[in-house]
T-cell receptor, first 115, second 115 residues
Framework: GAGVSQSPSNKVTEKGKDVELRCDPISGHTALYWYRQSLGQGLEFLIYFQGNSAPDKSGLPSDRFSAERTGGSVSTLTIQRTQQEDSAVYLC?????????????FGPGTRLTVT | AQSVTQPDIHITVSEGASLELRCNYSYGATPYLFWYVQSPGQGLQLLLKYFSGDTLVQGIKGFEAEFKRSQSSFNLRKPSVHWSDAAEYFCAVARSTGGGNKLTFGTGTQLKVEL
């Protein structure tokens, strides 16, 4: 079946611009996660959505970062007023609600370059 | 807070040789443990996971890992490495209690396979 998809695959933006990154989870998966992979920080958790519960935003690095999940499916990560340190690969993952609840399936990522 | 240490940043092995990648975790209770592999330009693929029960777990592509509580370790092994195993490997831990299943990753081990 279809896996997690992310768009765009690459994004180059100028410092100070806003960007939106999209994630389409696996159909039926109720949990959705965003992670960031950068040279300096490695792989780090950003935000987690589970069903209709309030998201866990504890990993967001600043208030310039926000995310939403519409209809329990597609998610958008928004970075406002981008900075050079935001350059990284942004990974999305989803997992089912039961059984392999903790098994996360990752998308290919969006590589963000801030110039 | 939980943490994961992968002490080897780079490892080089000859094709056909055995492989062991080290992972140590810090977590107060029994953790949920994972190994992921990332090929260049790709997302993360789950190799195997440990939740409970048998401490030796089998994964895909001929990999296995052993959970040793006394050593707080979850080392990844493969008896005979193939050239296609060259990639970056990440150990990760998820909380087994409390809300949220966010993964905490190690810094990764880059595996090079010599032909």
């Amino acid at each position: 079946g279809a896996g997690v998809s992310q768009s765009p695959s690459n994004k180059v933006t100028e410092k100070g611009k806003d960007v939106e990154l999209r994630c389409d989870p696996i159909s039926g998966h109720t949990a959705l996660y965003w992670y960031r992979q950068s040279l300096g920080q490695g792989l780090e958790f950003l935000i987690y959505f589970q069903g209709n519960s309030a998201p866990d935003k504890s990993g967001l690095p600043s208030d310039r970062f926000s995310a939403e999940r519409t209809g329990g499916s597609v998610s958008t990560l928004t970075i406002q007023r981008t900075q050079q340190e935001d350059s990284a690969v942004y990974l999305c993952a989803s997992s089912p609600t039961s059984g392999s609840y903790y098994e996360q399936y990752f998308g290919p990522g969006t590589r963000l370059t801030v110039t | 807070a939980q943490s994961v240490t992968q002490p080897d940043i780079h490892i080089t092995v000859s094709e056909g040789a055995s492989l062991e990648l080290r992972c140590n975790y810090s977590y107060g209770a029994t953790p949920y443990l994972f190994w992921y592999v990332q090929s260049p330009g790709q997302g993360l693929q789950l190799l195997l996971k440990y939740f409970s029960g048998d401490t030796l777990v089998q994964g895909i592509k001929g990999f296995e890992a052993e959970f040793k509580r006394s050593q707080s370790s979850f080392n990844l092994r493969k008896p005979s490495v193939h050239w296609s195993d060259a990639a970056e490997y990440f150990c990760a831990v998820a909380r087994s209690t409390g809300g949220g299943n966010k993964l905490t990753f190690g810094t990764g081990t880059q595996l090079k396979v010599e032909l």
